[in-house]
């Protein structure tokens, strides 16, 4: 997947903005959605850590214990000690959307964004990736059930309808917009005995 430009936004953000006012300008069609996350959250402690090779040992909340090397990117590291806590929360989403198309062609970039905590601070990071991909409708077969997607490449694909009931509800011609964001912050506190 392509980096995504200040113009590639552009046109997302232009496509998101004005296509719901021409959909509901032209017909009533109620179009097809679909969106869903999924989260986890881990707290562990910090069983043995040598400054000098960055490895590190976490020992996670079920009594078992994970090992890495943190890489020279864990800003920080010098001020985490034994009996430290280390909480981490991963979240990924998924949007599909059907939307009328006003004349755009599939495209797809991807958006990421990443803070570190300050030098000197305990240790820190959020990150968010955002990647979105629009296709436009070739093809629906309602007997079949299955439909036909022109994806940014060019390339024409075709898939089985999980409800058969939201062929009914796009067009040929349609875009469909993917949008997957995952999310991921770890932030280390200092352990009670410190």
Known sequence: M????P???LTLLLCAAIMPAAAA????????????????????????????TRE??????????????ASEDARNLGQVAVGDVVNAEYVESLSIEVVANEGFEPESGEMQAMARTKEGEMPGVAAIDTQVATATVEEINIEANTFKLRGPD???????????????????GDLVIFT??????IVVEQGPSR
């Open 2 to 5: 392509k980096t995504m430009t």
């Open 25 to 52: 300008q032209h017909e009533e069609l109620q179009r097809p959605s679909f969106h869903a996350s999924q989260s986890m959250t881990v707290r562990a402690t910090v069983e043995a850590i040598d400054h000098q």
């Open 7 to 9: 113009g590639h936004v």
């Open 56 to 69: 590190v040992t976490l020992r996670m909340p079920e009594g078992d214990t994970v090992s890495f090397v």
């Open 154 to 172: 060019g390339s024409v694909q075709e898939y089985v309808a999980r409800n058969p009931g939201n062929l009914k509800r796009a067009k040929v």
């Open 180 to 185: 997957v964001t995952t999310s991921v912050s």
